[in-house]
């Protein structure tokens, strides 16, 4: 079987929905041999190989041998670079301009894994702020908050992640995607409830402060709400998408929509700034730190 | 006075996860339940996310008997960094509001079941 992947999927509400489409067209299929061709693909944006990664996931579950073809040089150098083709029998080649978070999934357990991945691919970057600077700090502790939430609510099994920095844009933005495929936020907020609700909604109630399908003997419900709170500041942009529903801040404006059919996970993609000028001094960062309790 | 470094617990400068946090909740737990007064020492720490203080801080709200003037009294957050601080004011409203939601969430789903007199 041959399967032609279109050019210049974007990371945008469309693109997300003909990807998510087209799992849901394949996921079925079983002890099937399925070329990838690429010969259409002319630029990919290479933080989508987290989601290509989890596509890949959900093929090999039925059993399914993957192989690509037809890859044009320039869409082959980014993904041999952060890595995507090394398991396909491709060599790596070096990133010599620091740009690229290489593309690696991780075991919900490997917390270790993934401390050392962010170390060697962002905090160690020279595109990276410095680690004294508060904004490099505050992007780190967001991807970790980030993490932490697909551990701690997708119970999947893999988590894909894969980023890019794009420094000879204005605003300088690192790309950061993250990509589960385990329980959605839709069930999780549902059974929470117990009742069916919208995915787009599950999803802007889990980004609001105190809200949280966590219970038993351990408070939750900051995670999201810390990242949403630092994506306004940082006029970044960030995007989840789980089960039907598609979740966008960017520019002060939220949108919210359905897409047309379910993935079975949770896909956040986030925009940083890193040209930004802000202080992040939080305000009452001086205020007395005894008796807090 | 019982000094306890973070860094050293979890063995690493990086408190990023919920399991990180419950070890030290555990160690915490260990020293507040001899009513030993514990200096928790955050020094060498680089990043702190909420999940591992909602392991590590907030689950001590989980125990009636930690009241937040014992907590004043006993334990001691030391070297905290300075933009790190507005995290433990989220965590510990929040772990106050969760437990006391808990409770009364329990209590009244006893009295759902068992009636409340």
Redesign the interface.
């Known amino acids: 079987m041959v399967i032609t992947i279109p050019n210049d999927i974007k990371s945008e509400f469309e693109g997300y929905d003909y990807i998510i489409t087209w799992i849901n067209k394949y996921k079925d299929v079983k002890n099937t041999e399925i070329i990838f061709d690429f010969s259409r693909v002319t630029f990919l944006e290479a933080n989508l190989c987290a989601l290509i990664g989890t596509i890949f996931e959900i093929i090999e579950t039925g059993k399914n041998k993957i192989s690509l073809q037809n890859i044009k040089p320039q869409v082959e150098i980014i993904l041999r670079k952060n890595e995507f083709l090394i398991p396909f029998g491709f060599s790596k080649i070096l990133d010599n301009n620091g740009t690229v978070l290489i593309y690696k999934k991780f075991t919900p357990n490997d ?2 894994g993934f ?1 050392n991945y962010i170390t060697t691919q962002l905090l160690k970057k020279p595109q990276f702020p410095s ?1 004294s600077d ?1 904004l490099g ?2 992007i ?2 967001n991807i ?2 980030i ?3 697909a ?2 609510h997708g119970q999947c099994d893999f988590i894909h992640t894969c980023g890019q920095f794009y420094p000879k844009k204005p605003d300088k933005p690192l790309h950061f995607t993250i990509v589960d495929k385990g329980v959605n936020i839709k069930q999780n907020v549902s059974a929470f409830f117990n009742i069916d609700l919208n995915a787009a909604d599950a999803i802007d109630w889990a980004m609001k ?2 809200n949280t399908t966590k219970t038993g ?7 999201l709400a ?1 990242i949403f709170e630092f994506i306004k500041l940082n006029k970044g942009k960030i995007q989840v998408i789980s089960s039907d529903g598609f979740y966008e801040y960017k520019n002060g404006n939220v949108t919210k929509k359905r897409l047309g059919s379910i993935f079975e996970g949770t896909i956040v993609n986030i925009k940083f700034n890193l040209n930004d000028l802000n202080h ?8 007395y ?5 | 006075m019982k000094h306890l470094l973070i860094k050293d617990i979890i063995n690493s400068e990086l408190a990023v996860s919920t399991e990180n946090g419950e070890k030290v909740f555990e160690v915490v737990d260990f020293y507040l339940q001899k009513k030993e007064k514990v200096e928790l020492d955050f020094s060498g720490i680089t990043i702190m996310i909420t999940a591992f203080l909602n392991a590590a801080i907030g689950k001590l709200y989980g125990k009636k008997e930690y009241t937040p003037e014992f907590l004043n009294e006993y334990l001691k957050l030391e070297n905290v960094e300075k933009e790190d601080r507005s995290l433990f004011k989220d965590v510990i409203q929040r772990a106050k509001e969760y437990f006391a939601n808990k409770e009364d969430f329990e209590k009244n789903s006893n009295n759902a079941i068992y009636g409340d007199d």
């Open positions: 917390d270790l401390n680690h508060k700090k505050e780190t502790r970790f908050e993490y932490e939430n551990r701690t402060k105190g003997d351990t408070s939750g419900g900051l995670g810390v992040y001094s939080l305000g009452n960062e001086d205020e730190f005894e008796n807090i309790f």
